[in-house]
Protein backbone atom coordinates (compact mmCIF):
# COMPACT_ATOMS: atom_id res chain seq x y z
CA UNK A 1 0.00 0.00 0.00
CA UNK A 2 1.13 3.71 -0.23
CA UNK A 3 3.21 5.32 2.02
CA UNK A 4 4.15 8.49 1.76
CA UNK A 5 7.14 9.67 4.60
CA UNK A 6 8.05 13.80 5.15
CA UNK A 7 10.67 15.03 6.58
CA UNK A 8 13.08 17.97 6.80
CA UNK A 9 11.05 20.33 8.77
CA UNK A 10 11.85 22.64 11.67
CA UNK A 11 11.91 26.14 13.27
CA UNK A 12 14.00 28.76 11.02
CA UNK A 13 14.04 32.60 11.25
CA UNK A 14 12.08 34.75 8.97
CA UNK A 15 14.70 35.32 5.33
CA UNK A 16 15.67 31.67 6.50
CA UNK A 17 15.68 28.34 3.96
CA UNK A 18 14.55 24.62 4.80
CA UNK A 19 14.26 21.63 2.25
CA UNK A 20 11.72 19.25 2.55
CA UNK A 21 11.89 15.55 1.48
CA UNK A 22 9.11 12.97 0.91
CA UNK A 23 9.99 9.32 0.05
CA UNK A 24 7.12 7.38 -1.42
CA UNK A 25 6.69 3.63 -1.40
CA UNK A 26 3.86 1.11 -2.66
CA UNK A 27 3.64 3.30 -6.00
CA UNK A 28 4.97 3.24 -8.99
CA UNK A 29 6.19 6.96 -8.15
CA UNK A 30 7.88 7.82 -11.43
CA UNK A 31 4.50 7.91 -13.55
CA UNK A 32 2.70 10.30 -10.83
CA UNK A 33 2.40 14.44 -10.76
CA UNK A 34 3.27 15.21 -7.20
CA UNK A 35 2.68 18.06 -5.07
CA UNK A 36 3.54 19.81 -1.37
CA UNK A 37 0.60 20.59 0.43
CA UNK A 38 0.19 22.72 3.78
CA UNK A 39 -2.36 23.23 6.41
CA UNK A 40 -1.86 25.72 9.05
CA UNK A 41 -3.65 26.18 11.91
CA UNK A 42 -7.33 27.00 11.63
CA UNK A 43 -7.49 26.65 7.84
CA UNK A 44 -7.69 24.42 4.96
CA UNK A 45 -5.00 22.50 3.27
CA UNK A 46 -3.73 24.32 0.25
CA UNK A 47 -1.80 23.15 -2.59
CA UNK A 48 1.73 24.67 -2.37
CA UNK A 49 3.66 23.34 -5.54
CA UNK A 50 3.31 20.60 -8.41
CA UNK A 51 5.43 18.48 -10.51
CA UNK A 52 4.25 16.49 -13.51
CA UNK A 53 5.72 13.03 -13.96
CA UNK A 54 7.55 14.72 -16.64
CA UNK A 55 9.14 17.59 -14.50
CA UNK A 56 6.95 20.47 -15.09
CA UNK A 57 6.37 22.14 -12.14
CA UNK A 58 3.92 24.79 -10.79
CA UNK A 59 3.53 26.78 -7.66
CA UNK A 60 1.20 28.67 -5.82
CA UNK A 61 1.23 33.04 -6.11
CA UNK A 62 2.23 32.84 -2.30
CA UNK A 63 5.46 30.73 -2.95
CA UNK A 64 6.40 31.68 -6.68
CA UNK A 65 9.89 32.64 -6.47
CA UNK A 66 10.23 31.46 -3.44
CA UNK A 67 9.96 27.79 -3.33
CA UNK A 68 11.30 24.93 -6.01
CA UNK A 69 9.79 21.57 -6.39
CA UNK A 70 11.79 18.76 -7.64
CA UNK A 71 12.11 15.23 -7.52
CA UNK A 72 14.61 11.90 -7.82
CA UNK A 73 13.10 9.46 -9.36
CA UNK A 74 15.28 6.78 -8.68
CA UNK A 75 14.78 7.49 -5.10
CA UNK A 76 10.92 7.81 -5.19
CA UNK A 77 11.44 11.18 -3.71
CA UNK A 78 9.96 14.23 -4.52
CA UNK A 79 11.83 17.59 -2.49
CA UNK A 80 10.59 21.24 -1.65
CA UNK A 81 13.50 23.86 -1.46
CA UNK A 82 12.06 26.77 0.58
CA UNK A 83 13.78 30.45 0.34
CA UNK A 84 13.08 33.34 2.01
CA UNK A 85 10.89 31.98 4.44
CA UNK A 86 8.01 33.99 5.89
CA UNK A 87 6.35 33.55 9.09
CA UNK A 88 2.89 32.97 7.14
CA UNK A 89 4.50 30.21 5.71
CA UNK A 90 4.35 28.26 8.79
CA UNK A 91 2.63 25.21 8.87
CA UNK A 92 2.29 21.20 8.52
CA UNK A 93 3.36 20.40 4.63
CA UNK A 94 2.43 17.06 3.09
CA UNK A 95 2.83 15.98 -0.13
CA UNK A 96 0.65 13.40 -2.36
CA UNK A 97 -0.12 13.43 -5.50
CA UNK A 98 -0.52 16.42 -7.47
CA UNK A 99 -4.56 15.85 -7.37
CA UNK A 100 -5.16 15.03 -3.64
CA UNK A 101 -7.52 12.14 -4.80
CA UNK A 102 -5.28 9.39 -6.17
CA UNK A 103 -4.37 7.94 -2.86
CA UNK A 104 -6.78 7.82 -0.20
CA UNK A 105 -4.07 8.30 2.09
CA UNK A 106 -1.97 11.29 3.89
CA UNK A 107 1.43 10.70 5.69
CA UNK A 108 2.13 12.48 8.98
CA UNK A 109 3.60 15.70 7.38
CA UNK A 110 6.36 17.78 8.56
CA UNK A 111 6.29 20.79 10.63
CA UNK A 112 7.68 24.16 9.18
CA UNK A 113 7.47 27.04 11.77
CA UNK A 114 8.62 30.64 11.00
CA UNK A 115 9.29 32.83 13.29
CA UNK A 116 12.22 34.75 15.56
Known amino acids: QVQLVESGGGLVQPGGSLKLSCRAS????????MGWYRQAPGKQRELVATISSGGSTNYAESVKGRFTISRDNAKNTVYLQMNSLKPEDTAVYYC??????????WGQGTQVTVSS
Open 96 to 105: NDATGRAFDY
Open 26 to 33: GIMFRIYG
